[in-house]
């Protein structure tokens, strides 16, 4: 998760560049890739991994400056200590702070070093360097130890071919969502009745 929005930035500079940097050669591969990129891999939960990805952010300090990424990282700040004020304020307002201006063990050689090595485990580095951020280094290493998967497509499309047969091929779109939507549902809820009936037991 943390290097997917990071990666995707420097494939579109590569392109840029493949086609001599001419706009009028790379607009619409560019228009492309954004129309895929947009609403899906460019989050608030992407950006904030980005942002909070010392690869990225100690080599380029600048991206705590973009109004994009405040928003973004503001938001998912917002999400992960939903109804807990003082955690927001103290991650947004005085943590984030820290890591920016390389304050603590934020400014030791060690941790600048990050930004020289490819695909590291961000979230270790969060575990050793934001001991003096805790509720930032918490939410760094949640954010990007996530992993970018396609199971849950998977389990939706296996579901819709149990659904959608050669009996039930008249089916629209609509109602075949709906029904698909209620078995991943329903099996959910099976799912957390047995764990209630284990812990009961």
Known sequence: MGFLYGELLKAKREIKEAFGNVESRFKDVMAVIEKKMNGRLDSPLHLTAFLLNPHYSYANPSIFDEPKMNEAFISCVEQFYYHDEDQQEQV??????????????????????????????????????????????KMATRILSLTSSSSGCERNWSGFEGIHTKKRNRLTTTRLNKLVYIQFNNRLMNNREKIKVKENH
């Open 92 to 137: 947004a307002n005085f943590e984030l702070k820290k890591i920016q201006n390389r304050e603590g063990p934020f400014s030791k050689k060690l941790a600048r070093t990050f930004q020289n090595y490819d695909y590291n485990p961000a979230a270790s580095w969060w575990r050793l360097y934001g001991t003096e951020t805790p509720a930032l280094q």
